[in-house]
């Protein structure tokens, strides 16, 4: 049977994912003052950041519609899926619901299912390669929902950011108590609940310690590490991606490891710096 995977912009895919017909992306957009940007293979990374940081504002972000979604469900493939950033940090979720709504009424039935990640950035890149390999594997529709449901349900998201400002002005630290003291250089390290909202897990003086921290809390969670990918993007900061795989690795053997650099909406919430982990 053929699939195609869709993906909200906020996850990263790989070259060989953008190679294959079965990937394609829903962009989101971003407004930065009066500037307008699509999250798509047009991203400039280095020219967002540069406006993002001579801004008095916060960038603010908008999901793909319901009629976006509607028409990449509307394919020759028979079975379609879309994987969607957390629904509590975001409406993709919502949209894509929407869109498979759409579809049902102008065009009938169809296998499609919408993933509600509970995570973000490349926990979405993790979950769409899952999609595939039960695709591959030659999994029943039904099945490859249920594998990978369980899947997210043992997945775990963690990132240390330099700053929290764009999290904590579009509203997506809300339940998140603990005041972080910026003027000490405090940097927090922070994780997704299960439900797949923010919490924070710690804090350490200056970026180093904190990912140091973070590398911490991963391990202590940590379960079958061979069966897992160890997935990591950055925001303009390769050098700390591949210091934190390093420690990881050295902790514990994993499967395979990944690292990626962040898209529009990813790099508008890591910001300049942020590094996001998913195992």
């Avoid at 950035?121 to 529709?141: D, N, P, V, W």
């Avoid at 904190?210 to 160890?230: G, H």
């Amino acid at each position: 049977m053929s699939y195609k995977i869709i993906v909200d912009s906020c996850g990263e895919l790989t070259k060989e994912m953008k190679g294959s017909e079965c990937f394609e992306t829903a962009s989101l957009e971003i407004d930065v003052d009066d500037y307008h940007i699509i999250d798509d293979e047009t991203f400039d990374q280095a020219d967002f950041l540069k406006r993002v940081a001579a801004s008095p504002t916060s960038p603010k972000s908008s999901c793909p519609s319901p009629e976006r979604y509607m028409e990449g469900y509307r394919c020759e493939a028979d079975h379609v899926y879309a994987v969607t950033l957390s629904a509590e940090l975001s409406g993709s979720y919502n949209s894509a619901i929407l869109g498979k709504n759409l579809y049902h009424e102008e065009y009938g039935d169809k296998d499609i299912y919408v993933f509600n990640s509970r995570s973000a950035s490349i926990g979405e890149t993790l979950i769409a390669m899952k999609i595939a390999e039960c695709e591959e594997q030659g999994m029943e529709f039904a099945q490859v929902v249920e594998t990978v449901e369980a899947y997210i349900s043992g997945q775990h998201t963690y990132f240390v950011l330099e700053t929290l400002d764009t999290l904590r002005k579009n509203g997506r630290l809300k339940g998140v108590k603990a005041v972080v003291a910026t003027a000490l250089n405090i940097k927090p390290v922070m994780g997704a609940t299960p439900e797949g909202t923010i919490l924070q897990l710690g804090q350490a003086r200056g970026v180093k310690k904190a990912l140091a921290k973070m590398t911490d809390e991963i391990v202590k969670d940590l379960k079958n590490s061979k069966e897992k990918i160890l997935a990591i993007s950055h925001c303009n900061c390769r050098e700390r991606a591949e210091y934190v795989r390093e420690i990881l690795m050295e902790k514990a053997e994993f499967k395979d490891s990944l690292i990626l650099d962040t898209a529009g909406i990813s790099s508008m919430y890591a910001a300049d710096g942020g590094v996001i982990v998913v195992v």
